[in-house]
């Protein structure tokens, strides 16, 4: 069953490698491209993620050269990797080819220059995620202790998200900047975020919040890092996982679940869910649990009837 997932950090790993890694067949990569074909990911979204740590002058760079590392290593040298640009392109994609899309995951590397996101929208990110977990000029991310919502500027990168079609990402925001989301965003959606009410952590949304999504049209996509499936993160099984989903399920939001993995965000793993090879294995088990056309809808359909138009 073919796979859309929202959210690895391969760029990451193969900026900081600095050209050192295959993205081919690297092990050092979870989500490389023989992973991806035995895994059958029809579509893999490319996160640009800026370490926290970095000095804010080298931020901006740091992002480019992720993108420069994006169309060199990953669609220069692999043909089967298409770039996905247009919400049409999905479409598109012949048997054998692998959809690539570029998702940005905070605004720390634009500083406050709305120029550099109109960069980035040109090179082809079609998803923005304001924070990760720090406070940034946007926003408090879910790590900040002060709480607050958007910021005037917050506020105007949302307006350049919906003006361009573009998900604005509530993962990793503080609750009360998911609300102002909630308020101003025209395509909202949680790339990689689980239930709250199945693991309480900082970075899963309560039930309010999961509800609030559905009936805006939004999307949820379960996120395969341990310590967001299951209390203190220890032999995590994909049945933990199922848990979430279905607890989605029961707010209401069967059509609007996705799959958003964080593989090569993470470091330790479900069990039988090691790397993108291995997705069969979570779909095999959803099949247990629900009708074909319900996995259909968690691997990929349910993305597709949901993207901006």
């Keep these: 069953m073919n796979i859309i997932d929202l959210h690895c950090d391969a760029l990451m790993k193969l900026a900081d490698a600095k050209g050192k890694l295959n993205y081919a067949d690297a092990p050092e ?75 940005l995951e905070g605004v720390d590397a634009i500083g406050n220059d709305m120029h550099k996101l109109s960069i980035l929208y040109q090179l082809g990110v079609r998803s923005v995620g304001l924070t990760w977990n720090n406070a940034n000029l946007a926003a408090d991310g879910a790590g900040e202790p002060r709480g607050a919502g958007l910021t005037a500027f917050g506020k105007e990168i949302v307006q350049f998200n919906n003006q361009h079609h573009v998900f604005t990402d509530v993962s990793h925001l503080c609750e009360q900047a998911f609300w102002d989301v909630m308020e101003y965003a025209d395509y909202p959606i949680a790339s990689h975020s689980n239930a709250r009410a199945v693991c309480d ?97 968690f691997a990929y359909q349910n993305f597709l009837d949901h993207r901006p138009k």
């Design 29 to 103: 990569l979870d989500t490389n491209k023989i992973r991806l074909q035995k895994g059958g990911v029809k579509v893999q979204c490319f996160a640009i993620f800026i370490h926290p740590n970095m000095k804010a002058e080298q931020k901006f760079q740091d992002a480019l050269d992720q993108v420069d590392y994006f169309y060199n290593e990953v669609l220069a040298k692999n043909p089967e990797m298409k770039q996905i640009k247009d919400w049409n392109d999905f479409d598109q994609l012949n048997h054998g080819e692998i959809g690539a899309m570029l998702t």
């Design 201 to 297: 952590h900082v970075r899963n949304l309560y039930d309010q919040q999961a509800k609030a999504m559905f009936d805006r049209g939004g999307l949820i996509h379960v996120v395969f890092c341990p310590q967001f499936v299951k209390a203190g993160g220890k032999n995590v099984t994909i049945a933990d996982l199922i848990k979430h989903i279905d607890h989605f399920c029961s707010l209401g939001g069967v059509n609007q679940i996705g799959l958003g993995s964080d593989f090569d965000g993470i470091e330790t793993y479900i069990h039988n869910l090691e790397d993108s090879s291995m997705y069969q294995n979570l779909i095999n088990e959803l099949l247990k649990y629900y009708s074909e056309d319900q996995v259909k809808g």
